[in-house]
């Protein structure tokens, strides 16, 4: 018995170790190098917003800052979303589709909005306070008085 | 003459520039009409779009929210000789049916009910139901039936298999109407929330519900020699004033991710006869705490969780340590579980699912689609006290829609 325990334990070093050699590289100037900006309203809670907070957000474990309910948005599928998700959460796309379908039904969670275009993401955030998205790198410098981008 | 020969260069340059120039005015061309059209169609789309869009924000208050996260959970096994199955069987397992709901920005609600297909008659099962409002991240109020919070499992799997690698849950974490020796199931009040700090997430769960009761198990002689009991949610009415009180406390450190830490208790009454003293009605106030841990992150899954059972007479530990490591499709995994009793305790000694009991599973799960359908094929030692050793090689299609 001790020797299995002793023997998993091992194991699970070995592994453990193995594994987070895949996560060497650091968390910094996110975004930028993936491809996106995350966008916020200028008037909400969102300003002061970091890459943990980020991360809650899209999550859904941050539902409300300052008794605004914050609205995160999602990109359709692809090489974008890909990229945020993988630069923010660790997540492939399959990973955090499991987690949210997990989520609705443990908890009643609300899943983010899906939306298919930079126009679409940038509307939603002017429109909502607690609104955030993420958009491509090269789309910022059109983002009008309302929405801003913050950095992580 | 030489003098009109001027004139005419002179016209004729003119007339030759005013058409030089007319040629390379900007007129409206067909392909331009064109683009304008399409502009115009396009804008008229967004403002159809747009108005389509605010009529489904007038009827949101009106239509029912019923269905419209609406869910279908099943499975379907084999299994070879075990313990549970004699001989070796094909097996349907539960359907599940799981909708959530929301209201607005703290409104919520969840439902989930399954159908049983025993060997002669079905029946059908209120697991959960709950109605919740969100004051703020620190705090959810929920009414209802839902899982208790002991432990990480229990409330991070309700009845769909499809969401987790293996084919069953631990043992000792079963339902209690199939030999579980917790109170699964709770029907009162939650008060759950979270709270983010620089050093990490921590969440708490705090329940207040009626206890369970015990109803005498009609397979008792399947694992006893004498009368032995299942647990049961009380979901109607409480057979005791007391109630049962069950905490978890859970930290995710922002050093690790993917790392969850979690405490849990609960502490509640059953009332039961002594066998030996038909007449008296014992009351038995039993404790449940422990810790739990997860780690996941990429393609590693870590869980492992540790329960002490304490009563006045004796105490007991069940546990178990799972590991799995994810390779696209494929899935490998392994657990060991154990529940280690004393032969006197008055508790465990009355379930039929009480006996010690230690598992070896290894398996592999198939995901022959991302969201919707996977199979396991698993190998499980099972040795029970007193009783017979079973190898049991098992199949599960586990499946929703």
Known sequence: ?152 | MRGYSFVAWIIGLWVFLIILVGAGLPVKSAEADSIEDRVERLEEKIRELEAAESNEEDLYDIKSQFGKNLRLFGDINYYTDSRERRNRTFSVGSLGMHSTASYGDRLSFAFEMIVVAHDHSTSVNLERIWVGYTVNDLLTLRAGRFHSALGYWNKAYHHGKYFFDTVERPFFLKFEDINGIMPIHIVGLELSGAFDSGAGTLKYWLQLGNGPTLHKDVHWWMYSNTQTYVLVPNNQTDDNDSKQVTARVAYEPSFLPGLGLGVFGTNFLIEYTDRSVPVEVIDLHQSIYGADLQYKRGALEILSEYFRFKNGEATANAYYGQLSYNLGKFTPYARYEELDTKANDPYLSLLSGGNERLQYIGGVRFDIDDLHSSVKAQYRYDDWKGGNIYEVFEIQWAFNF
């Open chain 1, 1 to 152: 018995m001790k020797r299995i325990i002793a023997i998993t334990i091992l194991l699970s070093i070995v592994v453990f170790y193995a594994n987070e050699r895949a996560f060497a590289e650091p968390f910094d100037a996110k975004g930028a190098a993936s491809g996106f900006v995350v966008i916020v309203n200028i008037h909400g809670p969102l300003l002061d917003a970091d890459l943990t907070m980020v991360k809650s957000i899209y999550l859904g474990d941050k539902k409300f800052i300052d008794g605004v309910k914050v609205k995160p948005v999602n990109f359709s599928e692809g090489a974008l979303k890909e990229g945020f998700l993988e630069s923010i959460l660790s997540m492939t796309s399959k990973e955090y589709k499991l987690y949210w379908v997990k989520k609705v039904f443990q908890e009643s969670a609300k899943l983010p909005r899906s939306i298919a275009t930079t126009y679409g993401a940038v509307k939603f955030v002017k429109e909502n306070e607690g609104g955030i998205a993420y958009i491509p790198s090269y789309s910022a410098k059109l983002l009008g008085r309302e929405v801003v981008v913050i950095r992580l």
